[in-house]
């Protein structure tokens, strides 16, 4: 595996990041008839928040990002996106045991959703997510936490 760091992002990591989504999900958005090159980075852009947002950094160069956005009584894990050169390597599980560790020392449920169809699928659930509802594009999970 790749040594690899976060960073927190900051505003002007937003248009990279978007670049980023636009790539990495357009496999299956494409397949799920849903892609749009413009609304893909669109919906990105507006619900970027820097003071959530981690940048993944692979070498001193951004990779990718992750967010966990708190709600109430859990998290919720957003805009986890890595680049395609760099998928496959063990960074994003170690990135997402990461964030998992620190949800499970505030004994926070973590929550997402994936496409449907998303190999993301199996690594979420590699690390204990479970489905909870899920539609014609959507698969909602949740992971409570575990014990200390």
């Known amino acids: 595996m790749a ?13 990279a990041v978007a670049e ?19 609304r893909v980075r669109q ?8 003071a959530h947002t981690w940048m993944i950094e692979v070498g001193g160069t951004m990779a990718g990002c ?4 708190p709600e109430k009584d859990t998290y919720w894990l957003e805009h986890f996106y890595l680049d395609p050169g760099l998928q496959g390597r063990g960074i994003g599980s170690a990135v997402l045991g990461r964030l998992l560790e620190q949800c499970d020392h505030e004994a926070a449920t973590v929550r997402l959703n994936v496409l449907q169809g998303s ?3 199996r690594l979420y659930e ?8 899920e539609d014609e594009v959507d698969i909602f999970m949740v992971r409570a936490p575990l014990p200390a």
């Not at 040594?3 to 248009?15: C, F, G, H, K, N």
């Not at 790539?23 to 849903?34: H, K, Q």
């Not at 919906?43 to 820097?50: A, E, Q, S, T, Y």
């Open 43 to 50: 919906r990105l852009r507006n619900g970027f928040r820097p």
């Open 20 to 38: 980023l989504r636009a790539v990495v999900m357009r496999p299956d958005l494409a397949r799920l008839g849903r892609y749009d090159e413009h």
């Open 3 to 15: 040594d690899w760091e976060l960073r927190l992002a900051s505003a002007t990591d937003v248009e």
């Open 126 to 133: 590699r690390h204990g997510f479970t489905v909870e509802t």
């Open 66 to 69: 992750v967010a966990l956005r």
């Open 119 to 121: 190999s993301a699928r």
